[in-house]
């Protein structure tokens, strides 16, 4: 009933002037201040300096779980499990949250500020403050009532760009996070791979010390027999003895280090430690690779690894910020007002003569601070410039990762064909060397030589059958494998709503790095004929600097998971490609751009 008693004011036209419609209008068509950005070109190697021993070379959707070569159903549950409950990929993902409330927050600068306001008064004049005497009206004096309700209104148009550079660099900065939590992943698989490799490297070794202690036991039990037998000296037995106790001190440290491996396995898997012991303690063959590898062309890898990604959109986000700081050196415009109802009773707020206005525009100029905002855009040139030197430095540094592991890969198979040689030839020598002791031809010396040999053989043997997956993990690790751009978000723990279940997408192609040639996958490694010439500049990467409100998640009609990076092309419209723009140019070797050279709209 007290609502249908309200007649709402019947509010007057409000008729903007002609200088407001102008700077509405010239705020829809602002100039965007600052260098465009573009993907540096970034040259790099046709072929590997080191060949993949059975390598054959392959595209990145063979590598999104390139563990499971090994055929090993519990190292699969692990990576699972692991990719579920892992804390540090918990915190990146809690960062990507973040990333995108920020951009959220840029983003909404382009909206008017309203804020409701209301308030109550109560005030009395004094006669003594006003000089007046005695013959006043009350009017003037009796204590009085004010009743307001109405909202504010602010709106900052974009002139000059510092919004839309302020979106563009935001937005960059989410995907970089987005491809922090990716690198985070790989590194976070091949951990869980390697430590679990560790883990049944120790136990062959483990069981190789068992076997030699029964081994160094029959010894010492047939030099006590030939010492009671009066055909051996006492120093064969003190020789045996030191011998089997020397090879059971070997068998604590051991014991020590797969305890650590595999509490460092519980704490990867977000548990802790001594929760997967049960699960782990059974020994285990060492994982197994198959006889053909896969392997990605250097051109892949650039667009594979998450930490040349990352590089990428960190440089991105530092080129707009030069725009933000160019940005302060032009004026910044506003449009206000407060629209209320104010009135002395309350009965009377909705009345028609309670309606007040007051709109207008605003400007803010810095006047004396030229020098300081120069500086300013100096520095975000130099941070601009340090992300570039940075984002080269990640790729030299990727490529060289892979040429290490490669190089280890193919030199920890050659040392481990040479210690299975050795171990066998070391097994016949012990079983000749026990046959001519038995019939008192060689003294007992010989015997414990031959065995420390086997076994120093034997532990070597099965530490490098462990590094040599350890090494391949580490080429895995190196290419980039194991997340994948459906990857699904499935964090199992309370309190924080993960970002999305589908991470956010983009394709990322690096400009000046050539396509890979449309080659069969079954291609060895040591055909490095076909290589692609194509320059291609990534086509969501260019609508991010042309659209700073284009948000990092893509429909499945913007994006397709499972066509090909090689497949897609760029797509300039034609007014774009007729019309160039300015673009960050930054020299081989960084240099220092001139502030005044940017300060043109």
Request: proline share 7%; aromatic share 6%.
């Amino acid at each position: 009933m007290f609502l249908r008693a309200i007649r709402l004011p019947q509010f007057p036209t409000l008729r903007l002037p002609v200088y407001l419609l102008g700077l509405i209008t010239l705020a829809s068509s602002g100039c965007v201040v600052g260098p465009d950005y573009h993907r540096p070109a970034t040259p790099v190697p046709d072929v590997w300096h080191q060949q993949l021993e059975n390598g054959v070379y392959t595209d990145a959707n063979e590598l999104r779980q390139w563990w499971t070569v090994f055929n090993d159903p519990m190292l699969n549950e692990l990576v699972t499990v692991a990719g579920e409950q892992n804390l540090d990929l918990y915190a990146a993902a809690t960062r990507i949250c973040q990333a995108r409330a920020q951009f959220d927050i840029a983003r909404s600068a382009r909206l008017a500020y309203v804020d409701g306001i209301s308030s109550y008064s109560r005030s009395l004049q004094s006669r003594n403050a006003l000089g007046l005497g005695g013959g006043v009206p009350t009017f003037f004096l009796d204590p009085r009532s004010r009743w307001l309700l109405g909202y504010d209104i602010s709106w900052e148009p974009d002139l000059f760009g510092r919004i839309s550079r302020q979106i563009e660099s935001a937005n960059a900065q989410t995907g970089a996070t987005v491809e922090s939590y990716r690198d985070i992943l790989v590194a976070l698989y091949a951990d869980v791979v390697q430590n679990y490799v560790l883990a049944r490297t120790l136990q062959a070794r483990l069981e190789y010390a068992h076997k030699n202690v029964e081994i160094q036991a029959d010894s010492l039990d047939l030099a006590t027999k030939r010492l009671e037998g009066g055909v051996a000296p006492v120093l064969d037995k003190h020789q045996a003895e030191a011998n089997l106790a020397n090879t059971e001190a070997e068998i604590p440290p051991l014991d020590a280090q797969l305890q650590q491996t595999l509490n460092r396995i519980a704490v990867l898997l977000g548990e802790y430690p001594g929760s997967v012991h049960d699960l782990l303690m059974s020994p285990s063959p060492i994982p197994q690779p198959p006889e053909a590898l896969p392997m990605m062309l250097p051109c892949d890898v650039i667009r594979q690894r998450p930490d040349i990604r990352q590089a990428e959109r960190q440089l991105a986000a530092a080129t707009a910020e030069i725009g933000v700081a160019i940005s302060d050196l032009y004026p910044r415009f506003s449009l206000g007002g407060t629209f209320s109802l104010q009135t002395e009773s309350l009965k009377n707020l909705f009345e028609d003569g309670s309606y007040s206005f007051n709109v207008g525009p605003g400007l803010r100029w810095a006047i004396n601070h030229a020098g300081q905002i120069l500086a300013n855009v100096c520095a975000k040139e130099c941070a601009t410039e340090e992300a570039l030197a940075n984002y080269q430095q990640t790729i030299l540094r990727a490529v060289e990762e892979v040429e290490n592991a490669v190089a280890a890969y193919n030199h920890e198979l050659r040392r481990r064909e040479a210690l299975r040689r050795s171990v066998k030839a070391a097994e016949q020598s012990l079983e000749r060397v026990l046959d001519l002791y038995r019939e008192g031809q060689v003294d007992f010396l010989n015997v414990l030589d031959t065995q420390r040999t086997l076994f120093t053989a034997q532990n070597l043997l099965v530490a490098s059958e462990g590094q040599v997956i350890l090494n391949l993990v580490s080429i895995y690790r190196a290419l980039g494998g194991g997340w994948d751009p459906n990857h699904h978000c499935h964090l199992r723990r309370p309190g924080l709503h993960c970002p999305d279940e589908r991470l956010p997408l983009y394709e990322y192609k690096p400009a000046g790095v050539p396509d890979s040639a449309d080659a069969d996958a079954e291609r060895k490694m040591d055909d490095g004929d076909d290589k692609g010439s194509d320059e291609d500049v990534d086509k969501d990467a260019d609508a991010d600097a042309d659209d700073p409100d284009m948000d990092l998640e893509l429909d499945d009609k913007d994006f397709d998971p499972d066509a090909n990076l090689e497949t897609r092309r760029p797509v300039v419209p034609a007014d774009q490609a007729a019309t160039p723009s300015r673009s960050l140019v930054v020299p081989a070797i960084p240099g220092t751009l001139s502030p005044s050279d940017l300060a043109r709209p």
